[in-house]
């Protein structure tokens, strides 16, 4: 069998460490797989569109130019992966890591999400869509040591 | 010019009359506008798996079963529409409106968001890929008067 | 909401009236749904391309040239259905039934799976990839019942 | 000409030797090809689920997680290759090896199938959608010794 | 079942009455389907650049032209059709009706071909895209009372 | 032959009368076709935003505003259409309609530009992506009367 | 300006040297270009089906057979093609070259047809969805010399 | 994070150093960006097509046969982008860089327009269906330290 290196994006939260853990487990594990992200400096992606296309003192304007360069990574990005892992915190709304996975979803791109019991019925439209639901990094870390080669932990 | 009939699919917040204005509104237009909607009886719509297809004890396993059927009717429904309008209310989370958001950009299809000034930054990505953000439902409807008949109100 | 007539494909099993038993419900409940199906007739579906054109003597050729022209009905049907009811029997080995779940999937068509529950291990794949798997007919009826007009039974 | 290396998915039975065999002859023909396949350990496989994301006492929610988490390895595989063998044996259902060759066919990738003639007649529509059949691992080589090089045995 | 009407596209030869048989045998057959085609009035399809957009003098271009005001029509109706029917005669090369049969088998279109067993040979990469080959009207009639309506003759 | 409506774009140029020109020529032809358009009335195009989803004082922002909106309509006929005709008068640059035009070769969709010939060289990309180039909108009528019924003038 | 290798694939006439022709001026030219083709040994080619998957009396099922074998590698390397050359001689038909022909245009994909002044007439459907047409092999190289480094000879 | 090299397609104006300045900074930056754009030697771009095809006396034909060759090259290359910079100029219509900008939309491409703000209401479709709007190579430079590595100047 030949050695796939495996790209996958890790979508969502960005306020807890949850992709250094995963990163870390597929690192111990010698998994081959590639990672991908949106930026994660909360100041700097809010900034995307006016720290680069100029000023603008709307509110609503400059989360809209923002927006528009953080999708460029965004959307690249998801349409490179093999696989996305779409992360719901406890904290804010993160309607980006649902568009995420609808935007994924309709491409016919495989999922995991990984939040807690208690948003379950909140999320059940995003997960029955998803092709699995982890709880912690470390499963997900499981899922894609058995995806990849096939060994339960 | 042809007399087409635009079909509208009227996504998210299922817990005010926003539905009920924006198809009275084009009544009274008389714009030629057919809409849909996912099934806005929550009660139903929580049993639509168990209510169908059998009971099930486990409550991540009766949403998987309810979001399953209902999936089922709302994306049958988004791949049928020529536009879309996502709803963001001030309760719930609403995951599947901008699940269902992101759906729609993957697949092209345009759509309008329609929500309050408070929720401007955390749905910035959401309106970002979306043709416009309205504030009321009445806004919604002169759009729908313009793109279908080209008058302003 | 306008009055859309939703187009329902039966794949699978042949040799039992589960076709008639779901047009039934469906007509007593008078739902908007229209249904299309292979050709049901065992002997005429086997005959499918020897007896339109011309003899055939020897088996493997005769069976491809049967299912090239059952494939012409079949995937338009498919193509055409905005949901599909995978129905697999006790009988045979229904490989056909599998084949259209597949091409359903990587469509992005929706389908239910109906079967007893002695196959649930075997069908496992192709059960999830379906929006929800039914036991009987009628749940099936009540499927399309609650889809189409949001009513539970 | 150039030297492409040819992607080969090597779907359906787990229970004999058949990829062995494909891969020891394709690796004396030293052809260039790379082979993927499903998991092949068919207790890692019936575990993918409850092995990764946590403990399911319900059979069909284990099956259902379970084949979850191996449609993300198969489907991904699949769409990667550029031509899919289809092996079906003669234990157990192997509906699934169907329903791969059905995902393969409406995503216009070719495949071959791969089995005895005992189930030709079950087979007509699977095989009818290939572009051969082959009885033989060794005959699969064959084929690929010709896609890939041209030359005949 | 519903009434469907079905779309046919009769691509090919426009020198002889294959056409007007095909349409005959399936009036007399009632049989719900709507026939297109390429214009078959040789001499105004070769003037179609020319008659509308223009003088040119120069063969090579005056083809060019009419050729891309045919294939307004060509292309539009073949994805319009469920099905094609594509027949090559015994006179000119035809190239157009195997670029038709190309490009109908890209988009994953089902046809038909109908020709002399003296162009098996030739043909054998046509046919095999194919779903079937008629060497006679009567027998794409009869093709299409199967596909439509399960009847052998 | 069954009689088909076809569906035509008609995009570009919103200062002259050529559309009316087109309509005028097809109505007299008695051919079936039926047209849509952007919304031509410009100044009512140009407060398409702010007329309907609330005031904004930026310019840029108003004329992006706008043509979010103008795109729903815009977009969907596109999609919607058989044929698009594209016109390039010689007031403004126009660059809508070339860039209309490079939407619907993307989709593979046919256009007709309609412009002198003054503008031959600079349309050079948008002329080779189109299927012919008319001068005069009596051209375009003589090319939908042969596309849709064969009859040159 | 990165250094990108054009992958060109080769369809058409297997009985004289323009391959050879092609990329011995395009080695010449030092063009990163890498060429495909279907199998040129025109004897393996009629028996790349009975050579490989077992014995067939009949010639349409020989052919079929082949056929089939032979389109795993033709329509995977016309897939992966950035651009393809379609050679049309003046022995045989031929009619596979212009189903390849319209296979990549309806794909989206650009072709340059290679022929004689003589088949003009014949060959205008093919040569109108064509970028080009040349009527020698050291043409086709001033195409991709151009096509890649922007040199004309 | 893995390395990703990301290809951006340089569209539109060939009569200033923006192409340069923007190679320049992205060196200076270092990030791994690879640039490709269309044939920037006009007088080579406007010889494309009679400079390989041979001699063609009529501009229109001239132009045509040249659009035809340089497009093999724009359209691979934009295919292959994950992002366009779509620039105009002062001079010139450059319908050319709007028809690329609609071809990248039809595709789902992520594009960012640079003009300065004279074009504003004119481009305002365009720069609508566009991630952002920048004014100087330098902003271009900027979005792509952003998108590439999530740092702002």
Known sequence: MSARTWSVYL???IHSDWRERIEAGVGEA?????F??????HAASDDAGVGTLG???????RDHMGAGVNAIR???????????VVRFGDKYRQWNA?????FAAALGKPYITLHDAEFDHALKEVDRAAQ??????????????????GRLP
Not at 55 to 61: A, I, L, R, S, V
Not at 132 to 149: C, H, K, N, S, W
């Open 132 to 149: 699995g639901t982890a709880r912690t990094p470390e499963q997900v870390v499981d899922v894609l040591r058995y995806v990849i080669e």
């Open 74 to 84: 965004t959307q690249t990005l998801i349409r490179d992966a093999d696989l996305l």
């Open 98 to 102: 649902a568009f995420d996975a609808g």
């Open 11 to 13: 979508a969502g939260e």
């Open 55 to 61: 000023e603008e003192g709307e509110p609503f304007w």
């Open 36 to 41: 991908s992200a949106p930026i994660t400096d």
């Open 30 to 34: 010698g998994l081959p797989a590639a």
